[in-house]
């Protein structure tokens, strides 16, 4: 079946440091990847989506590229702040090859970003 | 901008009674769905609805849960006989309009069985 595999958190850095959360898949076709977020106290947001290999998602200064040859979908952002801190869920759907809508998710890493 | 709401946002139940859990997806969407997130680990997909039926479901959606749109907005989770493997946050998503494959959630509900 389906799986994502993301990093072990915490992942703790430093404002202005470079991120990178790393994400890969496995799945049956094609399928659509997705990063949500977890702020403390607060449900998923919606962070960013790529629905075919090569797409870039982007949003709030994060990027990641759909690689299918790698079956990777890397978060990253160039420079964090102090609210970014919060965790980081990696998600695939494979609705575009079975119509199967369900999410699964990774099991969420949490980013610590420290003043 | 719209979005997902839930009540309640936190349950405290005794074991064997039931539940329901309420949401208010987004207007326009047509598909709606339940996870839920047991403390410190993955969150997992319980249920998709469409139609006015259910369209996908887990193995975790087994004869203790139901799911019903009662009216025009509302979209619930009903719990028949809580057990303590059931105190997890819940939360309900929904998709569709102009980006349909975007699954948006609610903030949660969480419930805790004692």
């Known amino acids: 079946g389906d799986s994502v595999t993301q990093m072990e958190g915490p992942v703790t850095l430093s404002e202005e440091a470079f991120l990178t959360i790393n994400c890969t898949y496995t799945?049956?076709?094609?399928?659509?990847l997705f990063w949500y977020v977890q702020y403390p106290g607060e449900g998923l947001q919606l962070l960013l989506k790529?629905?075919?290999?090569?797409d870039k998602g982007s949003n709030k200064g994060f990027e990641a590229t759909y690689r299918k040859e790698t079956t990777s979908f890397h978060l990253e952002k160039g420079s964090v702040q102090v609210s970014d801190s919060a965790v980081y869920f990696c998600?695939?759907?494979?609705?575009?090859?079975?119509?199967?809508?369900?999410?699964?998710f990774g099991s969420g890493t949490r980013l610590q970003v420290q003043p | 901008e719209p979005e997902v709401t839930q009540t309640p946002s936190h349950q405290v139940t005794q074991m064997g009674q039931e539940v329901i859990l309420r949401c208010v997806p987004i207007?326009?969407?047509?598909?709606f769905y339940w996870y839920r997130q047991i403390l410190g680990q993955k969150v997992e997909f319980l249920v998709s609805?469409?139609?006015?039926?259910?369209?996908?479901k887990s193995e975790i959606f087994d004869d203790q849960f139901s799911v019903e749109r009662p009216d025009g907005s509302n979209f619930t989770l009903k719990i028949r006989s809580t057990k303590l493997e059931d105190s997890a946050m819940y939360f309900c998503?929904?998709?569709?309009?102009?980006?349909?494959?975007?699954?948006?959630f609610g903030p949660g509900t969480r419930l805790t069985v004692t």
């Open positions: 998503a929904s998709s569709g309009g102009t980006a349909p494959y975007e699954q948006y």
């Open positions: 799945a049956t076709g094609y399928p659509s």
């Open positions: 790529a629905t075919k290999a090569d």
């Open positions: 998600a695939l759907s494979d609705v575009g090859d079975t119509g199967r809508r369900a999410l699964t």
């Open positions: 207007s326009n969407h047509l598909y």
């Open positions: 609805f469409y139609n006015n039926e259910i369209s996908e």
